[in-house]
Structure formats: C-alpha cells, structure tokens
C-alpha cells in the first residue's frame, strides 16, 4: 500500500536537512505551513553532522553578535545539554568567536525539534525528478525503500547544498569560478579521540616562531578555550618532498570540538573534482580517504600529542565546499561583502570573510572587510530564481559569486538564510503568490519577531 505523505500537498517542502534545510523547515513550521523534509542521509544536519564540519563559525562581528534566531537556539540547547561549549574566542583570531559542538548532540536536536515542530522527515531519501511547466514545480519524484513516488507542495525549498532541485526544475545555475569553473577543493575529514591536549599546547607554546598566525594571540592559547590551530608547515614539506603525503596542501589544520581530546582534522584536499558529477564524486571520496590514511602516519608521527591518539572516523561522505549557485534576482558579490551594501530587502547579516582554498593546489586567500568588527547584510532575492514561482533555495548554493560564495557558505549564516527561506516559503504558501513576490517588510518583521538579528 502506498504511504499516505505522497498523496498529501503540503504547504512547504525541503528539500536536503543540512543546517539551511532544518532551519527552513523550522521557520516554515512554526509559521502554520506543513512541512515535509527529504533527506538522503539518516540524520539531519548535512556536512555538520555527515562530513565532520566544526567548529560554527562565526555568529559575531568582534563583540557585537550579528546572527541569532534559530541558529542560536541550536547553539543554547546544545550548550544546555553539555553538547556545546556556546561561543568561544576562536584561538587564532581568525574569526573572533567560534562554537564548538557535537555532532551527535546536533543530530539528535535537530531530530527533536522537528518533530515538535510537527514536520515530517523522509530520511534515506533521494530527490529523483522534478516535474514542472508553466513556471511552477507541480510535482517531485522521489526514490526511496518505497520505490519511486511523487510527492508534491505550494512551495519548494532547494536545500540541497548543489541546487539539484532549482537544476532539475530549469533554473539557471553557474558553477566555480569564471575563469575555469574551478570549485573549491573538497576535504575529506577526521576525527581523532585521544589527542594529548596538554603536550600539545605546550609544544606550541614552545615554539612561537612556527606559529606566526597563533602567536600573536598566545595569550587566548593559554587559556582553557578548544584550539584552532594551524601549523607543521616544515613537517608537511618534509613529509611532501618524501612522497610520503599527497596533499595539495602547505599545513595542518585543526579544531578541537570541545570534548577532551577530541579534534577535527581540515587538512586533506581533492582538487579538480566535482561534486555535481556522481562518478568524479565517488573518486573523490575514494582519493578523500586515501589521503587520510597518510596523513594519519603523518600526525602521529610528527605531531606532539597525536602519538597515542585515535582516528574515530573520516568523513563520513566527502566534505563539499561549493558546486552550483542559483543565477537568481541578484547575485551577491566580493564588493557587497568587502563594503557592506546596505540591502533594502536584507534577511540576514554575517561577518565571516572571503575564505578561498585554492580550487588547483596549495594555499588558501583570505579577504577580510577593512575593519575588525565590520558585518554585511544578504538580501533575499539571492534566493529567489528567475524562472520557478513556487521555489526558494537557501544554503551554500544562494546566488553568489564564487568569491562571495566563500564568504556566506559557513553553518551560522546558512542557518539563518534557511530561516529567511522557510519563513518566506510559508508565507507565500499562505497568501498564494509567487516567491518574488513575497512582502519584504512583513518578512523581515516576522524574522525579528523569531529573534533573529536583523538591522531594518
Ligand atoms: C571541508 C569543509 C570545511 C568547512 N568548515 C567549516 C567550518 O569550520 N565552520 C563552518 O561554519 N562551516 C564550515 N564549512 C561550510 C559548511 O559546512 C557548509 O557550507 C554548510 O554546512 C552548508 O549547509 P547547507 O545546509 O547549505 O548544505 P549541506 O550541509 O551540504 O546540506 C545539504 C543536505 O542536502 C542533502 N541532499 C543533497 N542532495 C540531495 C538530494 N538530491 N536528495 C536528498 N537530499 C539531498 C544532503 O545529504 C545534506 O544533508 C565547511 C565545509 C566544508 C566542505
């Protein structure tokens, strides 16, 4: 017999539970809409929970806290429950603060609250089709343990990470960088268990002049806060010109979830993939692990506190930076973010920077705004397409440069265009009008009425 959900028309419909989908399907909830989730992992969470991502960053602009709302629900619920540390000055002053977290605890909340909020996951789930005519998406073909069935809704939310449902539905999508359609590399995580914290920092500590990036800020280091820390650069060279490591890479990059000992390694690089094409995925992941196994030999050997350490697990899936971004109503750029254009139709604010890994080998670029403190607004119709009235897609792959893109593709802010969109799809599920034609004001009432920071 068939399930009754592929008969039922829901108001809203995610597509992909990452931290933007969840987040849009929360807004959308507790808006009146119902809500169905489709999901291909088990869990909810995406790359937070399924590829080892950590620590958030970052919900601050210096002191001043520009992102709340569902995301810093999350952050006290897990903080409430010994799952998070809340926000921590990040040990390298990249970012001025960074949170910590369990990915188990996230998995688990995030469970909770969507059920309370009474939306309906289909997890292990693949969006297999989409069915639109006439500027609207009529129906969606999923494929599951069920076999393949059509599901269907007013509103459709793309929280897919590479826009395979606004893809599938006819937008136009762009793809890496310009010049080559290069993508920021993927990584292929770890995490470690039974990392020697203490021998570690002191280490480190004792050698200021192999840390021009941490030293300066030795005096956040010492205290007891999860460290992020990179470094090992001559090891790293050693081990390369050796053959004993294959990573396009010039360091090690680390982040301490929070929990004793435990630490996420942002280290592996698989350059001229992509994640939109299922075969150079699969190699990707392949290759992802395969640089893990060497640099497993690599940090217990030459990385003081790693000797006796654990890897708990790589990935698990491949982590992915970026593929496709919606080509929508207006795409944000480097220069909105580096001056702050002030958007009439804002939804969110963030203040993490143009955070570039070189899509073709070593090095990472860095563009910060010219002042410490400095935070950007993002308007909605990034996420509004061209084409598809009953469409919405949030998350890392919105309408933004390939620059920009590096800039807002991080969990706070994600989260908090998610909840932009599910508030947004709601309400045009309610009044029956196209996504573009939303009431901005009344939209952004409705997110500072949630709680969510927004200067209007
Ligand atoms: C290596 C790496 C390191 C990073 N480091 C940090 C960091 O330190 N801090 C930080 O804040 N951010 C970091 N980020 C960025 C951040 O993790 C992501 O940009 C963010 O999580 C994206 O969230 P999302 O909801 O848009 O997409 P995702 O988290 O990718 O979620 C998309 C969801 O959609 C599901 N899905 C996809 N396609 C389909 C389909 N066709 N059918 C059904 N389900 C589907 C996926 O399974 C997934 O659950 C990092 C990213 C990477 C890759």
Redesign the pocket.
């Known amino acids: 017999m068939i399930h009754p959900i592929y008969g039922k028309h829901f108001d809203v419909l995610v597509?992909?539970?990452?931290?933007?989908?969840c987040a849009a399907a929360l807004a959308a909830a507790r808006s009146g809409a119902s809500v169905l989730v489709?999901?291909?992992?088990g869990y909810?969470?995406?790359?937070?929970t399924?590829?080892g991502?950590?620590?958030?960053?970052t919900f601050h602009a210096g002191d001043k806290q520009v992102i709340k709302g569902i995301m810093q629900e999350l952050v006290e619920t897990l903080n409430a429950r010994g799952m998070s540390t809340g926000h921590v000055p990040d040990t390298k002053q990249y970012t001025s603060t960074i949170t910590p977290f369990s990915a188990e605890g996230l998995k688990l909340i995030l469970d909770e609250k969507l059920h309370e909020a009474d939306c309906t996951v289909l997890f292990h789930?693949?969006?297999g089709a989409v069915e639109a005519a006439d500027g609207k998406i009529k129906a969606l073909t999923l494929c599951n343990k069920d076999g393949m069935n059509h599901v269907s809704a007013k509103i459709y939310i793309d929280?897919?990470?590479?826009g395979?449902l606004a893809t599938w539905a006819g937008e136009e999508m762009a793809k890496g960088r310009p010049e080559d359609g290069a993508a920021q590399p993927?990584?292929m995580?770890m995490k470690y268990c039974g990392v020697d914290t203490a021998r570690l920092k002191d280490w480190v500590l004792n050698h200021p002049e192999r840390f021009p990036k941490l030293a300066p800020h030795f005096s956040i280091f010492r205290q007891d806060v999860p460290v992020d820390l990179e470094g090992f650069d001559e090891e790293f060279r050693r081990a390369k010109e050796e053959g004993k490591l294959s990573i396009r890479r010039e360091n090690v990059l680390m982040?301490a979830t929070g929990r004793p000992g435990e630490y996420i390694i942002?280290t592996t690089r698989i350059v001229d993939h992509d994640a939109t094409d299922a075969m150079s995925l699969s190699d990707a992941e392949r290759i992802g692990r395969q640089q893990c196994a060497e640099l497993d030999q690599f940090l217990r050997s030459f990385v003081p506190g790693f000797e006796h350490a654990l890897v708990e697990f790589t990935g698990p899936s491949v982590?992915?930076?970026g593929s496709r971004q919606l080509v929508g109503r207006y795409t944000l750029t480097a220069d909105d973010i580096l001056n702050c254009t002030a958007f009439p139709d804002r939804i969110a604010h963030s203040a993490y920077p143009i955070d570039i890994h070189n899509p073709k080998g070593e090095g990472t670029a860095s563009t910060f705004m010219s002042k410490p403190g400095t935070y950007y607004s993002i308007p909605y119709s990034i996420m509004v397409g061209r084409r598809t009235e009953n469409l919405l897609v949030?998350?890392?792959?919105v309408s933004a440069s390939f620059e920009a893109q590096a800039a807002i593709?991080?969990?706070?802010t994600?989260g908090s265009l998610?909840q932009a969109a599910g508030t947004a799809a709601a309400m045009a599920a309610a009044a029956g009008c196209p996504v573009w034609e939303v009431d901005v004001p009344k939209l952004q009432q409705a997110l500072c009425s949630q709680g969510a920071y927004l200067e209007i």
């Open positions: 597509v992909g539970g990452g931290v933007s989908g489709v999901e291909q992992n909810l969470g995406g790359s937070l399924g590829c991502v950590g620590p958030m960053m789930t693949f969006l929280a897919t990470g590479d395979d993927m990584t995580k982040f942002n982590g992915v930076r949030t998350g890392r792959c593709r991080t969990t706070p994600v998610g």
